[in-house]
């Protein structure tokens, strides 16, 4: 498995757990991980730019299922390296993960098929992007074209702000990502993530999760890689589900497979519930981020028959996943500075007593200090994350783990999941 992240830790957790390597039916390889996913997986150091490399590593193990975590291995094609020596491959060609490489080539394919989405320019320079301003009225959505660690939205509320963020982008702001900028018009509604695996034939639905992207409480303050989530979201409701898979899922995967490059692993779409129906915000071609500890949370069958059965192209052989019907909800424990420059080498105590209240406790940027206590080290450094009968209830336990934590230099949320916590009350 590649990664380092709580996303990485919560997969490592869930394959760890399938028959393919449990009671040694296998080992579970993982570069270049964290203390946390050093728990369930053997680390390896692997520089996942040298393609040469992780497929030497790959031959050498005789590995029977590689799993990439992240979005930019992906887009830097390292599927299509290990695919090309007849490695099974749970993650899309380079050339299908533009589907979150390219805000702009997502946007063409929805204009193209009638996928539901926001209005939109593409602009390659300040001089372009600025005139462009003129088609919308604030809001205005602006979008780095490629990867930016999911910090590459800016939501400006004036004329004055979009021209500042533009100068930002193009300036250099989110590096080669902002060499080209989307221009969207903004859509009210609430947001909501959709997950489907798909071999490029069979589309199977993986549930759905809300997450809170703002570091305040409140859902204020700049955007964040998300600060946490619960699974599942109520406002996904069974017959809003199939309307996007019939509308923005399946024409996507058929589009993409018409077009010569089919898809196969997992499709995010983050959706827009408006009040003409679901709209695509835009796609991830990898699990989200911390969506996919609740996800994990929930499953439970096998992950790694399920993903194998994707990477060998057999989806339509298994039956469809089960979920429990709990809610999962997890908290981000975030470094003071986040989502600016993040104090790193906080000390970290307190996951053991966290996880004796029934929490698991995911490592998202962790590390071993020389005297092996366990710091921070990056941005997002713990996804607490708990279940419960429904979102209150999940909420709760999640932030009875939290309290059992000690990392002083850390903050989190106190109110994840406070719009569902809020119905649940008003119905009770």
């Avoid at 057999?314 to 600016?340: C, H, I, K, Q, W």
């Amino acid at each position: 498995m590649a990664g380092s992240g709580g996303r990485e830790h919560a997969l490592a957790w869930k394959l760890a757990q399938s028959r393919l390597v449990s009671g040694g039916a296998g080992i579970l390889y993982a570069t270049p991980g964290n203390p946390g996913i050093a728990r369930h997986a053997e680390l390896v150091t692997l520089d996942l730019t040298d393609h040469a490399a992780v497929v030497a590593f790959c031959e050498e193990k005789r590995i029977g299922l590689v799993v990439i975590g992240p979005e930019a291995p992906l887009v830097d094609g390292l599927a299509d390296s290990l695919r090309a020596k007849l490695f099974p491959v749970f993650g899309p060609s380079a050339q299908a993960a533009q589907l979150e490489g390219s805000k702009g080539f997502t946007k063409d394919l929805c204009e193209r098929t009638g996928i539901p989405t926001a209005g939109y320019v593409r602009t390659r320079s300040l001089e372009e992007a600025q005139a462009a301003l003129a088609r919308f009225t604030a809001p205005y959505v602006l979008k780095a074209d490629g990867l930016a660690a999911g910090k590459g939205v800016v939501i400006a509320e004036t004329r004055a702000e979009a021209e500042e963020a533009l100068a930002d982008m193009f300036g250099g702001a989110f590096g080669e990502a902002g060499a080209e900028v989307v221009i969207e018009e903004f859509m009210m509604g609430e947001e909501a993530s959709f997950f489907a695996i798909t071999d490029g034939a069979t589309i199977v639905p993986f549930g759905s999760a809300q997450d809170h992207k703002r570091v305040g409480e409140g859902d204020t303050g700049p955007n964040t890689g998300g600060m946490g989530a619960y699974s599942p979201a109520p406002v996904l409701t069974p017959t809003l589900e199939a309307e996007v898979i019939q509308r923005i899922i399946g024409p996507t995967v058929h589009a993409m497979t018409n077009d010569g490059m089919p898809y196969s692993g997992v499709l995010y779409a983050g959706l827009m519930l408006t009040a003409e129906g679901p709209k695509l915000i835009e796609y991830n071609c990898r699990f989200g981020d911390p969506e996919c500890q609740v996800l994990m949370m929930r499953l439970e069958d096998d992950l790694g028959e399920l993903l194998l059965a994707c990477a060998e192209n057999r989806l339509a052989s298994l039956p469809s996943p089960r979920f429990s019907s709990d809610t999962a909800l997890t908290v981000v424990m975030a470094a003071e500075g986040y989502p600016g420059t993040p104090r790193k080498g906080g000390a970290i105590g307190g996951i053991d007593a966290a996880e004796a209240t029934g929490a698991n406790v995911f490592h998202a940027g962790t590390a071993l200090a020389a005297d092996g206590r366990l710091v921070a080290n990056g941005g997002r450094v713990l996804n607490v994350t708990a279940r419960g009968a429904n979102v209150t209830e999940a909420q709760a336990a999640a932030y009875a783990a939290v309290d059992a934590l000690s990392f002083p230099e850390g903050f989190c949320r106190r109110d994840i999941g406070w719009r569902e916590v809020a119905r649940e009350r008003a119905t009770d």
